[in-house]
């Protein structure tokens, strides 16, 4: 093996696309280009539903989705990720907890030197109307 050279025989100056053959460039080229980019769409006739996205946790929502078996919170209805129940819509309350009034949010209540307390209470579904009755 002369000086110049490396153990493919290529010289020094040799670039990485003369070492790979073009089988290899193409396939990989092939293989990225297609995601780039691109957003599946859903098909026709078909609605659009925005996925339930978890909550990790409370900081200010009103209203969220539980889970009755896991306790899992849900931004949106639909069913638990976790065990597949139909989450129930519950509404979030944040009060102070020396007085008792409602402060904004989760954390550090503004009035006193104590965390919010957080109360969860389940929403009523309406009831369904029944026939003839207006």
Partial sequence: MNIGQNALGAGSRGTWAAMWPASAALLLLAVALPG?????????GT?????ANEIQELTNQ????????????????????MDGDSLVAT???YLCPADQKPVEHSGRCPRCPMNARVEKTAVAAAPAPTPGTP
């Fill in 47 to 51: 609605p659009a539903t925005a996925a």
């Fill in 36 to 44: 780039c980019g691109a957003r599946s769409k859903p098909a026709a």
């Fill in 91 to 93: 509404r979030v309350d």
């Fill in 62 to 81: 009103t209203l969220i989705y539980e889970c009755p078996r896991c306790g899992m919170m849900f931004s949106a209805a639909g069913t638990c990720t």
